[in-house]
């Protein structure tokens, strides 16, 4: 199964933009790459996902790559309540039903 | 509301016991999955389903089970047998389909003393 890395945590000042990168070197042509947050003691919140080409949301970027290798989340104002853990995920389809692969994710510390 | 229920929130149990994790859902959403989560780790997959009396081993299902009855219901069992059984656990739903998100349940936190 494909995997994904992350920095284990990066910083942000409040209302300024954050680039949350994520590495997948050995992601399939298939395999869709997605985004989640989790805050303490809560279920992941799905924030947005993508295939090949740029995703854009009201939550949200995301940059692909173009050898799909690799791709960063953009919050284009990070505020208090964007400080959480995210994660990168590769999805793919087995069995008939679509697995979805978790790494550790990346802790948003973002600064008043 | 539309949601997924995870019952209760914080569980308790001495060491030898099995214990059933509820997870239902009104999404109507066919496929659902059960994760585990250790403190600061990200989520493992232990079962999934995608359709009714229909379930597949993820990526570590030893000392778990689970059962598709219904399409509302999804419960996970720990048994005796799952050796660290202490941790949060998490129930998610999806529509069927290419590219549709994960949603999750609010999660048991499990402790097993």
């Known amino acids: 199964d494909a995997k994904t890395t992350q920095p284990n945590s990066m910083e942000s000042n409040e209302e300024e933009p954050v680039h949350l990168p994520c590495n997948h070197s050995?992601?399939?042509?298939?395999?869709?790459i997605h985004w989640y947050r989790q805050l303490p003691s809560q279920g992941p919140e799905y924030v947005i996902h993508?295939?090949?080409s740029n995703v854009n949301n009201r939550m949200a970027s995301l940059a692909i790559a173009e050898d799909r290798k690799s791709s960063t989340l953009i919050l284009h104002r990070a505020t208090l309540r964007d400080a959480a853990v995210y994660y990168c995920i590769l999805s793919f389809l087995t069995s008939g039903t679509y697995k979805y692969i978790f790494g550790t994710g990346t802790r948003l510390k973002v600064l008043a | 509301d539309g949601g997924i229920t995870q019952s209760p929130k914080y569980l308790f149990r001495k060491e030898g016991q099995n214990v059933t994790l509820s997870c239902e859902q009104n999404l109507n959403h066919d496929a659902m999955y059960w994760y585990r989560q250790d403190p600061g780790q990200g989520l493992r997959l232990i079962y999934y389903s995608q359709i009714v009396n229909d379930f597949q081993k993820g990526d570590i299902a030893e000392g778990y089970s689970v059962s598709r009855e219904k399409k509302e219901s999804f419960p996970l069992t720990v048994t005796s047998a799952q050796k660290n059984p202490t941790a949060f656990y998490l129930c998610a739903t999806k529509w069927t389909g290419i590219s549709y998100e994960q949603y999750f349940g609010p999660g048991t936190r499990l402790t097993v003393t």
């Open positions: 050995t992601i399939s042509g298939t395999d869709y």
């Open positions: 993508g295939l090949t």
